[in-house]
């Protein structure tokens, strides 16, 4: 036997393993990536349509129609037309089913037979959202699922089994051929070169094995013949070369990144001082979105501090700004722990809002309870200043909800992430009224009818602020209340009903029945004169109970 057939021998079954292996794998990333860019996509679909039908119910859920089922089938029916709108094959399929299995929505038709219900139930009462085969209407179709609780609907997007693996199949195929093709080439030229090529083609691969062995990429293979294999040690020490460039490169790209790491986490403990975490986050992940305001719902309290001019004029400025500073910092560790942001110190002022840049069920709910929380705080605040020799702060809080446009304000210069608008505007003027109802808290109708089943409320009176001629109803809040005050409140709220409708007479014996239960109550005083004025000269046939303002 010649020393060409040895090597042939040799050789061949390595060659043909390895062009096997590398047909194989190269079948098998090839396959598993069409797989995967197709239930990506399937993925993706079905994300797009929960989305939709997630916002469609978001819809209803803040105009309070979910359970107006009218309006909820109209929704189903955007939900349908949507999935239409995303089908893009004839034989695609997008159904939703009810937890029974019976088929709710389809933008084709499909009859699911009997014997394909059971399959179809273990799916939907799994709730997953991997790929499944099932079959179908007697067509077995590739499945991705999802679970849309509000509707009680679970979401099937399917593809026929054949057409989903169609281009795999079609890969299995070629590779065949190519592997067939690579063996019979592979015989072919080991037969035709093996003689000539051995002796240099082993020098060149010890040359190659050291390399790979040292991982030394500054080590070249000897370029020793002026031929192919010649050729083929010099292109492999391009290849190196150009290897080591990149290697390189990437430590330093990976230098760079830890060092923008480091600067970023700087940056972030800097600013998370200034503005929101929530709000640092958003700008690190999309910083032109940052730019851009928007319309929210959400609440803003305004807090100040009454006859601060006096307090300063009777303190020292170190002991007046140490003050300060404890006093802020009792206060927006009230805010911050009811999810509020503080949007800015205006002199011994402050301005905060709940429910941006994140939002949250109960924003209303939490600024009326940061709001309580302050005015008790106060109190514990002031034991320490009378201890320390320093006078008293009494606080007015004012809270509104409704619709602002938030975002970062400002020039490129200097921006400030706020709040503007006219719900804005009466948050401010609330606080001020509390000087004239001499209440350390005033929230606003809108608050009042978010909580009015979570805490006390008090109505104190109807009210147009400055620039105003609707008027707003303004209450006052408590967390709880002792027997007699429930009792005041009451027949307090009750007199207020008595004393729109006109009836005074009636509203004022109401009124010092509540007194019996909270003496010296100085709206009641209020409400008292002003029912006398009207029981002596009664208020015109357009009265609706409205006092004008003017209180910035």
């Known amino acids: 036997m010649s020393i060409r057939l040895k090597i042939v021998l040799v050789i061949l079954p390595v060659l043909i393993a390895s062009v096997i292996l590398v047909g194989a794998s190269s079948y098998f990333y090839a396959s598993t990536g069409i797989t995967r860019i197709a239930r990506d996509f399937l993925d993706f679909k079905a994300e797009e349509l929960r989305k939709y039908a997630d916002g469609q119910w978001q819809i209803l859920v803040e105009n309070d129609l979910t359970g107006n089922q009218d309006m909820v089938q ?14 893009r094959s004839a034989t695609e399929k997008i159904l939703a089913f009810d937890g029974e299995a019976t088929l709710v929505m389809a933008t084709e038709p499909v009859e699911i037979l009997e014997e394909e219900k059971e399959a179809l139930l273990q799916v939907i009462q799994s709730g997953s959202t991997e790929l499944h085969t099932l079959t179908l209407g007697g067509v077995e179709r590739v499945a991705r699922g999802f679970s849309f609780p509000q509707y009680r609907w679970f979401f099937l997007l399917t593809e026929e089994r054949d057409t989903f693996y169609r281009d795999v199949m079609r890969i299995t195929r070629q590779t065949a ?49 002026h031929d192919e294999t010649g050729e083929l040690a010099h292109t492999f020490n391009i290849m190196i070369t150009e290897l080591e460039k990149a290697y390189s490169q990437i430590k330093s790209f990976a230098f760079k990144a830890v060092l923008a790491q480091r600067k970023e986490s700087r940056i972030r403990n800097i600013f998370q ?75 011994d002022a402050i301005m905060a809002f709940f429910g941006a840049p994140v939002k949250h069920d109960d924003d209303a709910y939490q600024s009326a309870l940061a709001g309580i929380e302050m005015t008790e705080a106060v109190k514990e605040f002031n034991n320490q200043q009378l201890k320390a020799g320093k006078p008293e702060f009494r606080i007015g809080v004012g809270i509104n909800y409704g619709i602002v446009t938030v975002g970062n304000i400002g020039t490129e210069k200097k921006m400030d992430y706020t709040v503007i608008g006219d719900m804005v505007n009466l948050a401010s003027r609330l606080e001020g009224l509390t000087k004239v109802y001499r209440q350390e808290l005033l929230v606003s109708e809108s608050i009042q009818h978010k909580i009015q089943n979570l805490l006390p409320y008090r109505l104190l009176d109807t009210v147009a602020v400055k620039g105003k001629e609707r008027g707003v109803k303004i209450y006052t809040l408590k967390k709880e209340l002792s027997d007699r005050e429930d009792k005041g409140w009451k027949l307090h709220n009750q007199a207020m009903d008595l004393y729109y409708t006109r009836d005074f007479s009636r509203a004022r014996e109401l009124f010092n029945e509540a007194l019996s239960y909270i003496p010296d109550d100085y709206v009641i005083s209020l409400l008292q004169e002003r029912i006398k004025r009207y029981l002596e000269t009664p208020p015109p046939e357009s009265w609706t109970g409205v006092q004008v303002m003017e209180t910035k």
């Open 74 to 87: 109209a929704t189903q029916l955007g939900v349908e037309g949507f999935a239409r709108s995303i089908v």
């Open 177 to 225: 051929y190519v592997l067939i093709g690579a063996v019979l080439v592979s015989i072919i030229l080991i037969l035709s070169f093996s003689r000539s090529l051995i002796k240099p083609l082993r020098k060149v691969i010890d040359s190659m094995k050291s390399i790979i062995l040292s991982n030394d990429l500054t080590e070249r293979v000897a370029v020793e013949y």
């Open 273 to 347: 001082k200034y503005v929101p975490q929530e709000l640092i986050d958003r700008f690190f992940e999309n910083p032109e979105s940052m730019l851009v305001g928007e319309n929210r719902v959400l609440s803003v309290l305004f807090s100040d501090i009454r006859s601060f001019t006096s307090i300063s004029e009777k303190m020292q400025p170190d002991d007046l700004v140490s003050s300060l500073n404890h006093y802020f910092s009792v206060m927006v560790e009230i805010i911050m722990g009811r999810g509020g942001i503080i949007d800015k110190y205006i002199g």
